[in-house]
């Protein structure tokens, strides 16, 4: 079984996560954010094996963590996220805009897409493309946790920001009313930033979406 791990990391308090398969003791990181030690002291403590490192989109805040975990971890390092956010991940995802230094990244090594299917020891993780904060967003869903990752497609009765470049409102609400609200109503909702929520609280209760 998968055991799901948050971690609130960095100035901007983002949602990191571990996802680990007690069996195996296969892990994975997704959007490993600003000081990131204690996911590293996670994975050593408890012998994991990093399958990858999946990204839900490329800002700044949820891939800066990244160079800190590669000078720790064995090479090769698989990195996942989908071409839509390329261009924003060679970009260091706009951290020089904010004033940030995030140290040089390595390679995109698993190009995730629409429907995708990873596995983690016997467990599945669903990829689904989510654009409209940024023009590559994926959501991992989780069938067996009830649970799914969203980055910053939803909040708790918020969404995410489309002013920034490749951000698109009506794109966004597209992607939460296909691949959110298609989710079963008990799902958890894990955003990128701040409390979790369901499917069933967001369709009845975000002033966005109702
Ligand atoms: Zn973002």
């Known amino acids: 079984m998968i055991n799901l791990m948050p971690f609130v990391l960095g100035p901007l308090e983002n949602n990191s996560f571990l996802l680990v398969d007690e069996n195996s003791g296969e892990s994975m990181v997704v959007d490993p954010s600003f000081d990131a030690e204690p996911i590293l002291t996670t994975i050593q403590e408890r012998r994991l094996s990093v399958k990858a490192i999946l990204l839900t989109h490329a800002h700044f805040d949820h891939i800066a963590g990244i160079p800190y975990l590669a ?6 390092l698989t990195i996942g ?13 706009g951290a020089e805009r904010y004033g940030f230094h995030i140290g040089e990244l390595p390679k995109i090594t698993l ?3 629409h429907k995708q299917l ?11 493309e989510v654009p409209g904060h940024t023009p590559g967003h994926v959501l991992f869903y989780v069938p067996s946790l009830q649970s799914a990752l ?8 918020s969404v995410g920001r489309t002013d920034l470049p490749g951000g698109d409102f009506n794109t966004l609400v ?5 691949q959110v609200f298609s989710l079963p109503p008990e799902t958890i909702l894990y955003p990128g930033h701040g409390p979790s929520t369901t499917v069933a609280d ?3 209760q975000n002033p966005f979406l109702t």
């Open 71 to 76: 000078a720790f971890l064995p090479q090769p």
């Open 81 to 93: 996220l989908s071409s839509g956010d390329a261009a924003i991940y060679s970009n260091s995802g």
């Open 111 to 113: 190009p995730l897409f």
């Open 118 to 128: 990873l596995s983690l020891g016997t467990e599945t993780i669903e990829v689904r």
């Open 150 to 157: 969203c980055g910053d497609l939803i909040f708790y009765r």
């Open 174 to 178: 597209h992607s939460i009313r296909t």
């Open 202 to 204: 967001e369709m009845s």
